[in-house]
């Protein structure tokens, strides 16, 4: 038979493995840098009918803008030349993001910031906020926008957008202000 004390600790050991802490879930969340397209869809000046380009999400690198293969990043309006720009980001994502330079390849139609045409292999930086136009005002205008770190929550009835950003286990180091810990 086991002692009256021993069944008490164990007991107590029970009961405190009963308790449960809450579980704590890492949500990975970032400013990100995107080139949200502006233009204003008009296609008579080109003569056939061609959709705006989707928004583009930068990342850290040297990219390559063009209308085809083997750009890295593909603009498929007929005014934008095959290798027409090149961006670069510094620091995509995190409290300080924002570093973005255009340089125009010698495109057919010239690449221009806020306004302004690039010289040919000139590097100029764009700003958040600032508007890029690779060829065509009409169908290639992009605003270079700081998504913020957190998303509204969702309307009734529709799907959470943070459901799809939930993980388990963060892939980026947790000191970094892109990835939090919250407690359920």
Known sequence: MQSQAFTTQRMQFRAAAAVRRPRSIRLCVSNKLVLTPTGSGK???IGESVSLPGTIVLKEGLFEIGRTSPADIVVPIPTVSTRHAVVRVVD??????GSVQ???LGSTNGTFVDG???KAMEAVPLKVGG?????DANLATFRLDLLPDSLPAAPAGTKDPLEDK???DCEADPSQPECRVYDE
Request: proline fraction near 0%; charge should be negative.
């Open 92 to 97: 995509a994502t995190g409290a300080a993001a």
């Open 102 to 104: 255009i340089t125009d």
């Open 131 to 135: 508007e890029v136009v690779f060829g």
């Open 116 to 118: 302004k045409e690039l």
């Open 166 to 168: 939930r993980v388990d």
């Open 43 to 45: 296609t008579d000046h």
